[in-house]
């Protein structure tokens, strides 16, 4: 059975910092890329970023970049996200995904799998 679980969440003030760490188990981890997506209340859900199965390659959101780093630790299983200059707009459920579809790494159909997500809030 695949999980992917989020953890790292929480209330921070705008221009202060978190990390959001996803532990994935039940499937080949290195064999799936990985993406962070985030919803906000009343809204759809939208990309982050994403980091290709080797880890050798990202992609972020224009509205992130410089700001938001993903990695990926292999031997634990691990995805991350780390989020700085966090701003209040930016409060959401962040989610974890795991895909091997053959479509664009920003779009939702292009994953497997999806965590429960974990609650940003940025308060301002």
């Known amino acids: 059975q695949v999980q992917l679980v989020e953890s790292g969440g929480g209330l921070v003030q705008a221009g202060g910092s978190l990390r959001l760490s996803c532990a994935a188990s039940?499937?080949?981890?290195?064999?799936?890329?990985m993406g962070w997506f985030r919803q906000a209340p009343g809204k759809e859900r939208e990309f982050v970023a994403a980091?290709?199965?080797?880890?050798?390659?990202?992609s972020y959101a224009d509205s992130v970049k410089g700001r938001f780093t993903i990695s990926r630790d292999i031997a634990k299983n691990t995805v991350f996200l780390q989020m700085n200059s966090l701003k209040a707009e930016e409060t959401a459920v962040y989610y974890c995904a795991a895909g091997a579809r053959s479509y664009g790494v920003s779009s939702t159909m292009g994953y497997n799998y999806w965590g429960q997500g974990t609650q940003v809030t940025v308060s301002s």
């Open positions: 980091i290709t199965s080797s880890g050798g390659f990202t």
């Open positions: 039940g499937l080949p981890f290195s064999s799936y890329r």
